[in-house]
């Protein structure tokens, strides 16, 4: 069986773009989680969706979104990417969303220049 | 506020013994986890403690008092491939969200 699977791997984007990142959870998985991961420190949980809606949100501004679809394959979306947004992001699969029971995709690296 | 200490940085020689520390104080615990980064790479699953006392796999153990919101990770018999960043999160009460600490990276000598 495949793993979570992220896509694209690497992406350059310049200040004020927007940028979508891809993720597929492993099959019979009902919820992804996303995490932001700045070099050098741990990640840090932005959005949790289970059964296509959103069941939890860390402290990131509006201009991050996710949504999740029929096949529980999400989407993250920023605009007005910020150098700050320059980060591995994190997918995470599960069955129910517990953390205990979560596995990680290879992630996206981000690049904002 | 939530907040996970770890060292930074740590040193150890190949086929040596080294324990990583990891203090929390958080608004709720459901679980400590402890996660092996190499770099570039996702986060991979080392173990989980829900209860206090050490659980043992292998080469790695990890060890959880939740009275003093304590825990270590101990890796023995050091490979070359140990080199890695090791990351302690916190599950909340809700269990579908962690909070992470910075990770400790561990560099082996030979």
């Known amino acids: 069986d495949a793993g979570v699977t992220q896509s694209p791997t690497h992406l350059i984007k310049t200040r004020g773009q927007h940028v979508t990142l891809r993720c597929s959870p492993i099959?019979?998985?009902?919820?992804v989680s996303w995490y932001q991961q700045v070099l050098g420190q741990g990640p840090q949980f932005i959005f949790q969706y289970y059964e296509k809606e959103e069941r939890g949100r860390g402290n990131f501004p509006d201009r991050f979104s996710a949504r999740q679809f029929p096949n529980y394959s999400s989407e993250l979306n920023v605009n007005a990417l910020l150098l700050g947004d320059s980060a591995l992001y994190l997918c995470?699969?599960?069955?129910?969303?517990?953390?205990?029971?979560?596995?990680f995709g290879p992630g996206t690296r981000l690049t904002v220049l | 506020g939530q907040n996970i200490d770890q060292p930074t940085e740590m040193t150890a020689t190949e086929g040596a013994i080294v324990q990583i520390n990891c203090t929390y104080q958080?608004?709720?615990?459901?679980?400590l986890f402890w996660y092996q980064q190499h770099a570039g790479e996702a986060p991979t699953f080392l173990s989980y403690?829900?209860l206090d006392g050490l659980e043992e796999k292998g080469r790695f153990s990890s060890f959880l008092s939740r009275s003093k919101g304590y825990s270590y990770l101990l890796l023995k018999e050091l490979q070359m491939k140990d080199s890695a960043s090791y990351l302690c999160?916190?599950?909340?009460?809700?269990?579908?969200?962690?909070?992470w600490g910075a990770g400790t990276k561990l560099i082996i000598k030979p």
């Open positions: 099959s019979g998985h009902k919820s």
């Open positions: 995470a699969s599960s069955s129910s969303g517990l953390v205990n029971e979560q596995f």
């Open positions: 999160a916190v599950s909340l009460d809700s269990n579908y969200q962690l909070i």
């Open positions: 403690n829900v």
């Open positions: 958080t608004s709720g615990f459901n679980g």
